[in-house]
């Protein structure tokens, strides 16, 4: 008898275990259920609290990015105008060694005359008058009538000096003329100042031939120039068959906007013819 009880409990509690398993499925899927509504508005308020500090955080992340672009930027372009200004620096140096390099050929060329070095302080930029301002004077031996020459050709001479500073007038000011031969043909005239970039060269017969292009240089005439120095080429030759005189135009050796080193000239008289 016990033993056919025991048979009978046996499913008996296999049955209940079935069914509290069920209904526990039951509540658990009803449980679900019932916080679906309640996960999405956890979700719903998660994103509206949450949004605006990442849309914050995303700005600010760009503002850093942003400004620290800024920075490197100013950075770059302050490291750009140093190395503008040391190829600037670079430049000037070769430039001024050029220059100088110039000057030494000038005077090796020119062994035969005594050449005092001097720079430009100042240039007179009116339409009447062309003449320069240099840093050397009387007490470097400088004098009124001393011939100023560049390594390019000649400049002028000196019309006053001070201790210290001379002043010069140039070839292009309408009141000088310079005795000058053209290199090629010993054609001789007077080089006049035009008051512009250009001279004129004068008293040229017309029936001397004359060519564009040919050289003229100082003829050492009347003893006030040594003879040989550059003064220009020429770039114009208009005859009339009814002037006694050639017009002829000459461009300056020297560019007269952009002179700097030049050199007082010293010669004898009686070497010149």
């Known amino acids: 008898m016990e033993h056919g009880g025991t048979n009978k409990i046996i499913p008996a509690v296999i049955a209940l275990a079935i069914v509290i398993v069920l209904l526990s499925l039951g509540q658990y899927r009803s449980l679900t259920s019932g916080l679906s509504p309640v996960r999405e508005g956890f979700y719903i308020a998660e994103r509206v609290v949450t949004t605006p500090f990442r849309v914050i955080h995303a700005l600010w992340t760009d503002y850093i990015a942003l400004v620290n672009t800024r920075k490197e930027n100013k950075r770059l372009a302050a490291r750009i105008e140093r190395l503008e200004v040391q190829s600037m620096a670079l430049q000037g140096l070769k430039g001024e060694n050029e220059r100088l390099r110039a000057m030494l050929d000038f005077r090796s060329e020119h062994g035969d005359i005594k050449l005092y070095p001097a720079q430009l302080l100042a240039q007179d930029i009116s339409i009447v008058f062309k003449t320069v301002i240099i840093d050397r004077g009387r007490r470097h031996g400088f004098f009124p009538g001393m011939p100023v020459v560049s390594p390019l050709g000649f400049l002028g001479r000196v019309i006053s000096v001070s201790p210290h500073t001379s002043q010069v007038l140039l070839i292009t000011?309408?009141?000088?003329?310079?005795?000058?031969?053209?290199?090629?043909?010993?054609?001789?005239?007077?080089?006049?100042?035009?008051?512009?970039?250009?001279?004129?060269?004068?008293?040229?017969?017309?029936?001397?031939?004359?060519?564009?292009?040919?050289?003229?240089?100082t003829s050492g005439l009347q003893g006030r120039l040594p003879k040989g120095l550059r003064i220009g080429?020429?770039?114009?030759?208009?005859?009339?068959?009814?002037?006694?005189?050639?017009?002829?135009?000459?461009?300056?050796?020297?560019?007269?906007?952009?002179?700097?080193?030049?050199?007082?000239?010293?010669?004898?008289?009686?070497?010149?013819?």
């Open 173 to 217: 000011d309408p009141t000088s003329a310079i005795p000058a031969v053209i290199e090629e043909s010993q054609v001789k005239g007077i080089v006049k100042g035009a008051g512009t970039n250009v001279l004129s060269m004068e008293y040229v017969r017309s029936t001397e031939l004359v060519a564009v292009g040919e050289m003229v240089v």
């Open 233 to 273: 080429r020429i770039v114009r030759v208009e005859k009339d068959p009814h002037k006694i005189f050639t017009r002829i135009t000459v461009s300056p050796s020297v560019e007269m906007s952009k002179i700097e080193g030049v050199f007082g000239v010293v010669f004898r008289a009686e070497d010149t013819d």
